[in-house]
């Protein structure tokens, strides 16, 4: 009998890909969503429960009858549905020894949590070792005058991510067209693609002291396509330190529309 795994699952194929993992490496997996929005492209073979967002004592109390042991936090979970759900008194507690609302605040008080309640909450890299971003070129290969964008852009973006306003910026002859906030890192690059017109430069970081735990810097087919509508020229990621999630989709789409896709480390 496979050892139960659970996954909190937010937007996006993340989870999925997470589960496979868990799969492979001999797991169980269990995948409890806030809503039933991402339901239809789970995989009919993954368990699945649901729970209002704010529900954490029953959450936590369903993981633990379930003999689950480790969980992972994986997808997008909306700052702003955060700040508006209704939180049960184990929220509260929670909520009441935070001194901010920021991702990295919230989420180290909530793992806190759940560790205190016998709940391990795993890296997400520990599933998905095989989607870390390589260093490099890996679709298309950026100009000169594009490396120094995304070089300029980098410093811009790691004092953004440091300060948890968000994740990326778009930059052009070294100036900031746009930065990362509580819209997201899609709407961003649409956003700072407009105003650039075209040939901009988006760059996704992680913070200085990540928590591989949770809001990992990732790119998918979603992003790809945003960039694509941006007429973004490169979107450069930080190297080590971020998820490229569905490569074949990705890989085609950006070949097929002369984006360049880039690792970069300092």
Same mark, same amino acid.
């Given at each position: 009998m496979r050892i139960k795994t659970g996954i909190i699952a937010g937007g996006g194929i993340m989870p999925i890909l997470i589960a496979r993992?868990?799969?492979?490496? #001999?797991? !169980?997996?269990?995948?409890?969503?806030?809503s039933l929005e991402n339901?239809?492209?789970?995989?009919?073979?993954?368990?699945?429960?649901v729970f209002a967002l704010g529900e954490l004592e029953r959450l936590i109390s369903y993981i633990k009858s379930e003999g689950i042991k480790e969980i992972v936090l994986?997808?997008?979970?909306?700052k702003i549905d955060l700040l508006q759900f209704r939180p049960d008194l184990v929220w509260q507690s929670i909520l009441v020894r935070i001194s901010n609302f920021q991702n990295d605040v919230l989420f180290k008080a909530l793992i806190e949590c759940f560790?205190?309640?016998?709940?391990?909450?795993?890296?997400?890299?520990k599933y998905l070792e095989d989607y870390v971003v390589m260093k490099g070129a890996i679709i298309g290969k950026p100009s000169k005058e594009e490396l120094d964008d995304i070089s300029? #852009?980098? !410093?811009?973006?790691k004092m953004v991510a440091d300060a948890d306003i968000g994740q990326t910026v778009?930059?052009?002859?070294?100036?900031?067209?746009?930065?990362?906030a509580i819209d997201g890192t899609n709407a961003t690059i649409l956003r700072g693609g407009q105003l650039a017109k075209e040939g901009a430069v988006a760059i996704k970081v992680s913070r200085t002291d990540q928590d591989w735990r949770v809001d990992v810097p990732a790119l998918g087919a979603?992003?790809?396509?945003?960039?694509?509508?941006a007429n973004i020229r490169v979107l450069a990621v930080e190297a080590g330190k971020?998820?490229?999630?569905?490569?074949?989709?990705a890989f085609k789409l950006a070949n097929d529309n002369g984006l360049a896709i880039y690792g970069y480390e300092k």
């Open positions: 993992g868990m799969r492979d490496k #001999g797991f !169980e997996p269990i995948m409890m969503l806030n339901e239809n492209s789970i995989p009919k073979d993954i368990q699945v429960k994986a997808g997008r979970f909306s560790e205190e309640n016998g709940i391990q909450v795993a890296s997400q890299a300029f #852009g980098y !410093e811009i973006a778009v930059v052009k002859r070294k100036t900031i067209f746009a930065v990362e979603e992003t790809i396509k945003n960039a694509i509508a971020a998820f490229l999630l569905e490569k074949e989709e």
